[in-house]
């Protein structure tokens, strides 16, 4: 069966210092992989999406990167963090373009 | 640009009770419109995913009904429980395997 992991599970981390943030897929290949936000008491806002290795669609300018560099594996990342960036962070997967999308555990990040 | 509205914001009712959350879209160009759970703290769990040709789907006591042409879904809860107790996220996917999250409808049911 698919799974995806999404890890850590929280973090806080200071402003300016460096974010990586880490999902992977398991049980299926060449997944659409997405990125989204979730401010306290929001919706979710789709930060990147890619349909395959090293193709990466962003969707609102901002401080962060996404990468792809395996078919399963999906990192976000920032050079440094501003405060604005604190948020639960999602990653989502689905196959192809009419199928349910699969979501992550998620990541509580906090910029002090 | 697509946009998703859910209302209400928030609701509360008895344990027992029937209710529906509502969802609308202004871009009846969509894929299909999916129903998400999530609870405080967690990631999303899908309820159910509604293909654009489809009118409803069913599973257990949730039926989600979509009206394309209208921009509009809405999800019915029979026979509330408190273990409903949720954020209820509506999203639809557009061109570009987009999909696009309303802010959520927050439910809690009193035993």
């Known amino acids: 069966s698919q799974t995806i992991h999404q890890w850590p599970a929280t973090l806080v981390q200071p402003v300016g210092s460096p974010l990586s943030l880490e999902c992977t897929v398991e049980g299926t290949s060449n997944p659409n992989l997405y990125w989204y936000r979730q401010a306290a008491g929001r919706g979710l806002q789709l930060l990147f999406y890619s349909i395959g290795i090293d193709q990466i669609s962003s969707e609102v300018p901002q401080n962060l990167s996404a990468s792809r560099p395996q078919d399963r594996q999906f990192i976000l990342s920032s050079k440094k963090l501003l405060l604005s960036d604190s948020g639960f962070y999602l990653c989502?997967?689905?196959?192809?373009?009419?199928?349910?999308?699969?979501f992550g555990q998620g990541t509580r990040l906090t910029v002090v | 640009k697509q946009e998703v509205t859910q209302i209400p914001a928030a609701l509360s009712v008895p344990e027992g009770e029937n209710l529906v959350l509502n969802c609308s879209f202004t871009?009846?160009?969509?894929?299909?419109l999916q129903w998400f759970r999530q609870d405080p703290g967690k990631g999303l769990t899908s309820l159910l995913l509604?293909?654009?040709?489809?009118r409803e789907q069913t599973s257990g006591r949730l039926n989600a009904s979509l009206d394309k042409s209208s921009g509009r879904s809405t999800l019915y809860i029979a026979a509330s429980q408190p273990g409903d107790s949720a954020t209820y996220l509506c999203?639809?996917?557009?061109?570009?395997?987009?999909?696009?999250f309303g802010a959520g409808t927050r439910l809690f049911v009193k035993a």
């Open positions: 871009d009846s160009a969509i894929y299909n």
């Open positions: 989502a997967w689905m196959f192809g373009g009419n199928t349910e999308a699969f």
């Open positions: 509604i293909q654009s040709s489809q």
């Open positions: 999203a639809v996917m557009t061109g570009g395997f987009k999909t696009i």
